[in-house]
């Protein structure tokens, strides 16, 4: 049965691929919200009330750390910290009367709803546990909300841990953020639980990686409406061809073929490892050169592409270095090796991400921190080769743009998932305009390039007879409209393999 649609001149375009996602996160930060930046009772209750909005009932909402960003900016400027806000306990029950509510304050103390404290079965002239103090109103003797110490412990004990059917409840409704934004593909940062949960880890950063049962388990119940190129752990290499897990093989509609792994951080103020005056520690991502080196070898030799986080100039000397030597070490094949972010390489680094011809995932949306810091952390030279997309299309990068959805609650801004914005920014960038892309070649970051990246370009990433019919409907054409005007295109439907998934 065919369907016949008129778009009455709106964009049809092939579905957005979004090559570098955390989607567990997003599934699990559903149940959490951030209120680091919350600046009153009023903010804080509206976050609540949006959450609520989102959460099944019954469930918990929580979230920290309510008046952080007020107690660190008294401490950077050597004033006392204000009091620890309060919620009035009552207008906390009136934004959700359905759901348990346990928000953490930045002094350590926790506001609870009524809800949450009736779970405890927390009744007025009942002893406050040792160690522990339930804050009453001395009029009535009624909880005020405020916890602390034993008392708070115990609330947070009574919230159930991470189970699978909450993972499902978080994680419709990321896949409707996700057909909402017209994306058909997410290349996620997956785990295999078994295989990590026996490993020790020098960080817990791996944990923001998806438990690969969520997407099995939800391609069982028929729920799954995005494809998924899974990234698995690249240090567990032995461990996933072990589990069978095969480069270039599909179950259904989760792909497999490329490792990921981290080489530096996030947000070093020394991006420069190989300046002699720096002072960053750039490898505490890994155990040690010689393993990684051989990791990315090894996973290569066994048809994995490896996908590395990498920010400073060392963290790509040493990248390039691993994999122009695994390329010489082993059998000659097609290969898409990946770098993530790329935020400060050298020009020379630049160069020879041209000359393999790597991929690299770059997040406009992440540009907008604080640039003038950037600029005057790196000086003038380096700056002009920091985030330098242009640079690295020039040289003979390919470019995928992604989100890194959701975000870092670190950073205390969630990133939303907006091909879109992402698209305006990298088009219509203030800070070194000379790196902006057209809005072509940021379309077949979102498009032709990830689905290269995955070796499915004969399947996906542009409009032809023969590929998988996943599509998006954009309210106007982004290609002739004023650049100004792209981040209001609505994306008015979503289809994916010829069914209409959203609109
Ligand atoms: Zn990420």
Do not use: C
């Amino acid at each position: 049965m065919t369907e016949v649609i008129d778009l009455r001149g709106r964009l049809l375009i092939p579905g957005f691929i979004d090559a570098h996602t955390h989607f567990g996160n997003a599934a699990a930060w559903l149940f959490r919200i951030s209120l680091y930046e919350v600046h009153g009772e009023r903010e804080a209750l509206e976050a609540v009330a949006s959450a609520a909005r989102r959460i099944p009932e019954g469930l918990w909402i929580s979230g920290g750390d309510l008046g952080a960003a007020s107690a660190w900016a008294a401490d950077a400027e050597g004033r006392p910290r204000p009091d620890p806000m309060r919620l009035d306990i009552r207008a906390l029950d009136a934004a959700t009367p359905a759901h348990p509510v346990l928000l953490r304050r930045v002094d350590g103390a926790y506001i609870a709803n009524s809800l949450a404290l009736a779970r405890a079965r927390t009744t007025p002239g009942e002893p406050d546990p040792r160690g522990g103090r339930i804050e009453r109103d001395p009029a009535t003797g009624e909880p005020t909300g405020v916890v602390h110490g034993r008392a708070a412990e115990q609330l947070v004990d009574l919230m159930p841990p991470s189970n699978l059917e909450l993972q499902i409840a978080g994680a419709r409704v990321a896949l409707a953020d996700l057909r909402r934004a017209g994306i058909t593909t997410i290349h996620d940062v997956a785990r295999l639980e078994e295989a990590s949960s026996r490993r020790l880890f020098h960080t817990h950063v791996e944990r923001s990686a998806t438990d690969l049962e969520l997407f099995r388990e939800l391609q069982r119940r028929g729920e799954l409406t995005v494809r998924v190129y899974a990234f698995l752990t690249l240090p567990l290499w032995r461990e996933v061809l072990a589990a069978g897990i095969r480069p270039r093989s599909d179950e259904g509609l989760i792909r497999f073929g490329a490792l990921k792994a981290f080489i530096d951080g996030f947000l070093m103020d020394e991006p420069y490892a190989d300046d002699p005056d720096y002072s960053g520690s750039f490898t505490f991502r890994f155990v040690d050169e010689r393993t990684m080196a051989a990791d990315i070898a090894g996973a290569d030799a066994g048809g994995f592409d490896p996908v590395i986080h990498t920010i400073g100039d060392k963290a790509h000397r040493l990248l390039l270095d691993w994999y122009e030597a695994a390329i010489r070490a082993n059998a000659p094949r097609d290969r898409r090796f990946r770098v993530i972010h790329a935020w400060y390489p050298s020009a020379r680094e630049i160069e020879r991400i041209g000359r393999l011809g790597l991929i690299v995932d770059v997040t406009p949306q992440q540009l907008m921190r604080n640039l003038a810091t950037i600029d005057r952390h790196l000086g003038p030279a380096r700056a002009k080769t920091a985030f330098a997309w242009r640079s690295l299309l020039d040289a003979g990068a390919r470019l995928d743009i992604v989100s890194d959805w959701p975000g870092s609650f670190n950073e205390r801004r969630p990133t939303p998932l907006a091909p879109l914005e992402n698209i305006a920014l990298a088009v219509m960038r203030g800070w070194h305009p000379e790196q902006r892309l057209t809005v072509e070649e940021a379309l077949i970051a979102y498009t032709v390039n990830p689905a290269f990246a995955s070796y499915e370009e004969d399947r996906k990433g542009t409009i032809t007879e023969g590929k998988l019919a996943d599509l998006v409907v954009l309210s106007q054409d982004i290609l002739s409209v004023p650049p100004e005007s792209i981040r209001a295109t609505q994306v008015d439907m979503t289809i994916l393999g010829g069914r209409v998934i959203h609109r």
